[in-house]
């Protein structure tokens, strides 16, 4: 047995599921009048109802307890001091002091020149070559690189100038970079490249061809002109013909999926000013205090990361559903597919043993009502127990119309309720609703920067929390890496310049297949 399924709270939870296994919710609501409003916290501006959840204040007291026998507390403040607990590659976790009230200095001097670049971009005073202004930046990223700031300029939209026009570009299929350049003039873009080490190969590809487009207007000695970076090789970038002045640091104690606050965060900040991408700093700061300094039993990063404990480990679940009902978080769970499944998809814990227990569920999920008519109909009446996350907006855009609003808070809550109530009808089998379903409802008061700042955070610190009670390493991605090295020696095999003897009789059949293909246009 591992560590953790050995402790005192492991062996009393897995008693108590045994006897609550069976507990029906709409009892519990029935016997408890004040059940939604004991079972919910507030920090940060933001609204957890945690109610609708198979739990009972015993479930809750014995879940603590596993926080504390696995030393939370200790872990969060090692974090937030800076100790290694990136272990297997000896690295210090400080995204939260890129959001700190006063940063280190290298980050508070990033910050100043980010602002700087920010403006002049914004401003016009930031040309290309040709004098003209920059109408379109560009992003090549991929990962955290891209995930984050897109996600982020896809929510804030609304805080958004109609020039800069802002993009992202991650995928090597050369349809994505050939789409967005379709309609940009090479004379008005500026490419940000995104890559800590500059050499991802993804990412280096996009910029080699935009810069082959760029030279079909430019002249190779200007196309700097046209550039940033956001690296620590600043030989590289400089060797690409990026000035020193326009390549931006970013720093080993910050992971990729953690990067949004940082650098990475560059053409985020072009998008929606630096006054805004600090309040988007300040909400992220708030839940860091909140997570910081609360108590497990109303901290809301901690809750969140023990009920998915509770679930993921006790009752078998393998997925979770993120379910914004907001289209401005159309891409926010695809932020958090890389955040959690990238963070603890691990099978052995810090000391590198297997461990006998699951980790991460696969997460999914879609904007409501839209996802209603798609995949609700498993949830409601499928044979997966699902726990769903319910992300809802209390107040209407500026100038959005209020009735369709109120419509989309109904469905919500609407939709939340019924996969706890459920619906008996045995007469009629297919219009009988289980119910059961486990959700949390978070309320924004808001889509802001404050708001949206907030929210990440608090999914951040719920990855930290799973992975403290897992016992994984939540900060390294050892399992992305051997796809990686495969890929590059199937570079040479596909070009016909190298045997395909080596490899296996699957990989060589599509090889052949693929060579044919590629011959014959």
Same mark, same amino acid.
């Given at each position: 047995?591992?560590?953790?399924?050995?402790?005192?709270?492991?062996?009393?939870?897995?008693?108590?599921?045994?006897?609550?296994?069976?507990?029906?919710?709409?009892?519990?609501?029935?016997?408890?009048?004040?059940?939604?409003?004991?079972?919910?916290?507030?920090?940060?501006?933001?609204?957890?109802?945690?109610?609708?959840?198979?739990?009972?204040?015993? =479930?809750?007291?014995?879940?603590?307890?596993?926080?504390?026998?696995?030393?939370?507390?200790?872990?969060?403040?090692?974090?937030?001091?800076?100790?290694?607990?990136?272990?297997?590659?000896?690295?210090?976790?400080?995204?939260?002091?890129?959001?700190?009230?006063?940063?280190?200095?290298?980050?508070?001097?990033?910050?100043?020149?980010?602002?700087?670049?920010?403006?002049?971009?914004?401003?016009?005073?930031?040309?290309?070559?040709?004098?003209?202004?920059?109408?379109?930046?560009?992003?090549?990223?991929?990962?955290?690189?891209?995930?984050?700031?897109?996600?982020?300029?896809?929510?804030?939209?609304?805080?958004?100038?109609?020039?800069?026009?802002?993009?992202?570009?991650?995928?090597?299929?050369?349809?994505?970079?050939?789409?967005?350049?379709?309609?940009?003039?090479?004379?008005?873009?500026?490419?940000?490249?995104?890559?800590?080490?500059?050499?991802?190969?993804? @990412?280096?590809?996009?910029?080699?061809?935009?810069?082959?487009?760029?030279?079909?207007?430019?002249?190779? @000695?200007?196309?700097?002109?046209?550039?940033?970076?956001?690296?620590?090789?600043?030989?590289?970038?400089?060797?690409?013909?990026?000035?020193?002045?326009?390549?931006?640091?970013?720093?080993?104690?910050?992971?990729?999926?953690?990067?949004?606050?940082?650098?990475?965060?560059?053409?985020?900040?072009?998008?929606?000013?630096?006054?805004?991408?600090?309040?988007?700093?300040?909400?992220?700061?708030?839940?860091?205090?909140?997570?910081?300094?609360?108590?497990?039993?109303?901290?809301?990063?901690?809750?969140?990361?023990?009920?998915?404990?509770?679930?993921?480990?006790?009752?078998?679940?393998? @997925?979770?559903?993120?379910?914004?009902?907001?289209?401005?978080?159309?891409?926010?769970?695809?932020?958090?597919?890389?955040?959690?499944?990238?963070?603890?998809?691990?099978?052995?814990?810090?000391?590198?043993?297997?461990?006998?227990?699951?980790?991460?569920?696969?997460?999914?999920?879609?904007?409501?009502?839209?996802?209603?008519?798609?995949?609700?109909?498993?949830?409601?009446?499928? =044979?997966?127990?699902?726990?769903?996350?319910?992300?809802?907006?209390?107040?209407?855009?500026?100038?959005?119309?209020?009735?369709?609003?109120?419509?989309?808070?109904?469905?919500?809550?609407?939709?939340?309720?019924?996969?706890?109530?459920?619906?008996?009808?045995?007469?009629?089998?297919?219009?009988?609703?289980?119910?059961?379903?486990?959700?949390?409802?978070?309320?924004?008061?808001?889509?802001?920067?404050?708001?949206?700042?907030?929210?990440?955070?608090?999914?951040?610190?719920?990855?930290?929390?799973?992975?403290?009670?897992?016992?994984?390493?939540?900060?390294?991605?050892?399992?992305?890496?051997?796809?990686?090295?495969?890929?590059?020696?199937?570079?040479?095999?596909?070009?016909?310049?190298?045997?395909?003897?080596?490899?296996?009789?699957? =990989?060589?059949?599509?090889?052949?297949?693929?060579?044919?293909?590629?011959?014959?246009?």
């Amino acid at each position: 047995m591992s560590l953790l399924t050995r402790t005192e709270s492991w062996h009393r939870l897995t008693e108590h599921h045994a006897r609550v296994a069976n507990l029906r919710m709409r009892d519990q609501f029935a016997a408890d009048g004040e059940r939604g409003q004991r079972y919910s916290v507030e920090a940060a501006g933001l609204y957890l109802d945690y109610s609708k959840h198979r739990i009972t204040d015993e =479930t809750l007291q014995l879940l603590a307890g596993l926080a504390r026998e696995r030393d939370l507390a200790s872990w969060i403040a090692r974090m937030f001091a800076g100790h290694p607990i990136n272990n297997s590659e000896q690295r210090a976790v400080l995204h939260v002091a890129l959001r700190a009230a006063s940063p280190p200095t290298e980050v508070g001097e990033a910050l100043g020149r980010m602002r700087a670049f920010a403006r002049a971009i914004r401003n016009g005073t930031l040309t290309g070559a040709s004098g003209e202004r920059i109408s379109d930046v560009v992003n090549l990223g991929i990962g955290g690189s891209d995930l984050g700031p897109r996600m982020a300029v896809r929510a804030l939209r609304r805080f958004c100038p109609d020039l800069p026009r802002v993009h992202f570009v991650a995928n090597v299929d050369p349809e994505d970079l050939n789409a967005t350049l379709a309609d940009l003039r090479p004379e008005s873009t500026l490419f940000i490249i995104a890559s800590k080490t500059f050499t991802t190969a993804e @990412t280096l590809m996009n910029a080699q061809r935009a810069r082959t487009w760029l030279g079909t207007r430019i002249a190779e @000695t200007h196309l700097g002109r046209h550039y940033a970076a956001i690296s620590t090789n600043l030989a590289a970038a400089g060797s690409f013909g990026i000035a020193e002045d326009r390549i931006f640091p970013m720093w080993d104690w910050v992971g990729g999926r953690f990067s949004l606050w940082s650098a990475v965060g560059l053409a985020l900040m072009i998008a929606i000013g630096p006054e805004a991408f600090d309040e988007l700093l300040a909400g992220a700061r708030s839940m860091d205090e909140h997570f910081r300094t609360a108590p497990v039993e109303s901290n809301m990063p901690a809750l969140l990361g023990l009920l998915g404990v509770w679930y993921t480990d006790f009752y078998g679940a393998r @997925t979770h559903a993120v379910l914004p009902y907001a289209q401005d978080l159309l891409l926010f769970p695809d932020h958090l597919q890389q955040l959690e499944m990238e963070s603890n998809g691990k099978r052995v814990d810090r000391d590198g043993e297997a461990v006998d227990y699951l980790t991460a569920p696969v997460l999914w999920g879609s904007v409501g009502t839209n996802g209603q008519h798609a995949f609700h109909q498993l949830l409601h009446q499928g =044979t997966q127990l699902v726990p769903a996350d319910f992300i809802i907006v209390r107040a209407c855009a500026e100038h959005g119309d209020v009735e369709a609003h109120r419509m989309l808070l109904a469905n919500a809550l609407a939709q939340s309720a019924a996969l706890m109530m459920g619906h008996d009808d045995m007469a009629q089998p297919y219009r009988h609703y289980p119910g059961n379903q486990p959700s949390s409802t978070i309320v924004l008061p808001r889509i802001d920067p404050y708001s949206l700042g907030a929210l990440v955070a608090l999914y951040e610190h719920k990855v930290y929390v799973q992975g403290i009670m897992w016992g994984v390493n939540s900060f390294d991605q050892w399992g992305v890496e051997l796809g990686k090295g495969i890929a590059r020696s199937l570079l040479p095999v596909l070009a016909g310049q190298a045997p395909v003897t080596e490899l296996d009789g699957s =990989t060589q059949t599509l090889i052949g297949r693929l060579r044919i293909a590629a011959e014959n246009g």
